[in-house]
């Protein structure tokens, strides 16, 4: 039995020494793999955005001048017109009449002035005669000059080319005075005013490119510039009205369109390196970089602007390689593996 007993413990002395064996011969896992590079030179752009509402070039309403009755409506919904194009026609047969008797009065005026003026100059008429029947045919010039402005006011005429409002009249209808009759707007151009707050103010200034965008048109930029800068800050908002113009190529933009605004403020060329490679905590802003030593050290930065996926950095060694892809696998002081470079396994001690 006290054999027995030695051979059991042999067995299992045996046993536990392979085990041993066969987990010291289980690898450590390779560092985490991870792409590095310096940081690139970029061009950053500092933008100012803003909401702007699209205001037409030109735009006005034209009103009944009188009450009268419309003749005949001239124009249809959204019709384009040049400038003098007639809309709309008054009733004017008053005036006419009036016109009619006034030049009657202005011609027979006319005439005794000539015959007056014939004897006056024979002697045979006084100066005061002569100058009272010049004041009766000027009279009556005025009188019919006063008519045809009259039948003027009752032909209704573009004021300049745009584009007219949806028809609200029609022939027949009697409009009193001050009714609206047609709105013409000249969509050649849009003027884009927006708000900038006062802080920005110093970056800003006429000439100035600018970008609009409108949900209308998703991906297709307006561009223009300022034209005018409001030379008064409100006071409640602390903003400043900026308006720019844009051209207007087949009238896209309509006038009260919200259209979203960027202005280039200001440019620089800086340190940048991928979005994703800074880390933060509250306020403060990492970088991991790669040391000789093939380990992950985090170095503190400040950012800046942000431009197609990357960002501005200051704060960098000279030459640093900066963690980029696999940054969220690595720790400071950690291993790493840079991309490209193959795994060296490490075996630990084996038991006796």
């Given at each position: 039995?006290?054999r027995g007993?030695v051979l059991v413990?042999l067995?299992?002395?045996?046993l ?8 010291g011969?289980?690898?450590k896992?390779?560092?985490?793999l ?8 970029h061009?950053f752009?500092?933008v100012i955005e803003?909401?702007g509402?699209?205001r037409a070039n030109?735009q006005?309403t034209?009103a ?8 005949r409506?001239l124009f249809d919904d ?13 009733s004017?047969g008053q ?6 008797g006034?030049i009657a009065v202005q011609?027979q ?14 002697g045979?008429?006084t ?7 010049l ?16 039948i003027?006011d ?18 027949g209808?009697?409009?009193s ?11 050649s ?9 006062e ?6 200034r006429?000439g100035?490119?600018?970008q ?7 991906g297709a930029?307006?561009?223009?510039t300022?034209?005018?800068?409001d030379?008064?800050i409100?006071p409640s908002?602390?903003a400043?009205?900026?308006r ?7 009238a896209?933009?309509?006038p009260g369109?919200?259209?979203t605004?960027?202005v ?9 390196v ?12 990492f970088?991991f970089?790669?040391?000789?030593e093939k ?6 930065v400040k ?5 197609a996926?990357l960002i ?15 940054v969220i ?16 396994p490490?075996r ?5």
């Amino acid at each position: 039995m006290a054999r027995g007993g030695v051979l059991v413990c042999l067995i299992g002395t045996l046993l536990v020494a392979g085990c041993g064996k066969a987990g010291g011969d289980r690898k450590k896992p390779p560092p985490p793999l991870v792409a590095a590079a310096a940081a690139v030179r970029h061009r950053f752009v500092d933008v100012i955005e803003a909401v702007g509402t699209a205001r037409a070039n030109e735009q006005v309403t034209i009103a009944s001048p009188v009450t009268e009755r419309l003749e005949r409506v001239l124009f249809d919904d959204g019709m384009a017109v040049s400038k003098g194009q007639l809309l709309a026609v008054l009733s004017q047969g008053q005036e006419d009449a009036q016109l009619r008797g006034a030049i009657a009065v202005q011609t027979q005026a006319t005439a005794q002035y000539d015959r007056i003026k014939s004897l006056a100059d024979r002697g045979f008429a006084t100066r005061t005669q002569l100058d009272q029947q010049l004041a009766t045919a000027e009279g009556a010039r005025a009188s019919a000059a006063e008519a045809r402005a009259a039948i003027g006011d009752r032909m209704i005429r573009a004021p300049f080319a745009g584009y007219t409002s949806l028809r609200t009249i029609s022939a027949g209808m009697v409009v009193s005075t001050g009714t609206p009759l047609v709105t013409i707007s000249d969509l050649s151009r849009i003027k884009l005013d927006f708000t900038v707050p006062e802080t920005k103010l110093q970056a800003l200034r006429v000439g100035q490119p600018i970008q609009a965008l409108a949900a209308a048109f998703p991906g297709a930029p307006f561009t223009g510039t300022i034209t005018s800068i409001d030379p008064v800050i409100d006071p409640s908002s602390r903003a400043v009205l900026v308006r720019a113009t844009l051209p207007n190529p087949g009238a896209r933009i309509k006038p009260g369109m919200l259209m979203t605004v960027r202005v280039g403020a200001a440019e620089r060329v800086g340190d940048a390196v991928p979005e994703l490679a800074v880390t933060g905590r509250g306020d403060e802003r990492f970088v991991f970089i790669v040391t000789p030593e093939k380990k992950a050290k985090q170095v503190p930065v400040k950012t800046g602007l942000r431009s197609a996926g990357l960002i501005e950095v200051t704060g960098l060694p000279a030459g640093a390689k900066v963690i980029g892809d696999g940054v969220i696998k690595v720790s400071d002081g950690s291993p790493v593996r840079l991309r490209g470079e193959k795994p060296r396994p490490t075996r630990t001690a084996s038991a006796d």
